[in-house]
């Protein structure tokens, strides 16, 4: 899967923009990724947002345990990949049928942590329970929520393009083409947002200690990790 936002629309972390600075390395613009992500992983829904971004995602090798999907709803549109072991559960609080699936269940909460504030974004992301990693558009807000589950069991990789867009993908080597070093894991247990009174990237489980980042190796693809303060390091790839 794929989503890119402009950087009118998400903050360009800091930290990508130093890793790619301070290791220089070949990158793309965000329309010549989406073109590279089309036309590698057909058949695929693509889905363009104006010039605030663009979401894309294929079943194409795709894990029996950790399905794709995707769904829009309101204007707000959703790329999941995973299972939440505790959907039944959920769909009921939520007042969705026996047939909705995680994808549809991740909007449903969304709007409610939308609509019936003050609920942090850590109340919703503590409710589910398995295997997943997603990224929330709300259009009528310009609002971006991305999570990854807290034992990062979907991998789910963020970075910037040439011309300053934020991507995030499940596929690391399709993001190194077009984001170089300015790369990093995205960081289990967290959630990244442009609104919800938040901002930034925050961990929902400890929501009161910060996510710093800490530079790679030269011979890590990654020019970043990031770690949650008091914990070590969550992701590092060679």
């Known amino acids: 899967m794929l989503a890119v936002f402009s950087g009118d629309v998400v903050e360009v972390p800091a930290e990508l923009v130093a890793a790619g600075s301070r290791t220089p390395s070949p990158k793309t613009r965000a329309s010549e990724l989406v073109s590279r992500f089309l036309g590698g992983a057909e058949p695929a829904v693509s889905v363009a947002l104006g010039d605030l971004g663009h979401l894309a995602y294929s079943h194409a090798n795709q ?13 707000i549109f959703c790329l999941f990949e995973g299972v939440l072991d505790n959907l039944g559960s959920l769909s009921q609080q939520y007042g ?9 269940l991740v909007i449903e909460a969304y709007k409610t942590l939308r609509d019936r504030a003050p609920y942090p974004a850590s109340f919703m992301l503590s409710q589910f329970t398995g295997s997943y990693a997603f990224v929330l558009f709300d259009k009528s807000a310009s609002t971006v929520l991305v999570a990854s589950d807290p034992e990062g069991k979907v991998s789910l990789f963020w970075g910037i393009t040439a011309d300053g867009s934020v991507a995030f993908s499940d596929d690391i080597d399709l993001l190194k083409g077009s984001c170089g070093k300015s790369l990093a894991p995205f960081p289990q247990g967290c959630f990244y947002s442009n609104a919800l009174g938040v901002g930034g990237l925050k961990c929902y489980e400890n929501p009161k200690h910060k996510v710093t980042a800490v530079p790679a190796n030269e011979e890590e693809i ?3 990790t990031f770690k949650v303060e008091g ?3 969550l992701t590092a790839l060679h």
Not at 63 to 69: A, C, D, I, T
């Open 63 to 75: 894990s029996l345990l950790r399905p794709r999907s995707f769904a829009a709803k309101d204007d």
């Open 96 to 104: 969705l049928s026996k047939g909705a699936n995680e994808v549809l």
């Open 231 to 233: 914990s070590t390091i």
């Open 222 to 224: 990654c020019g970043a």
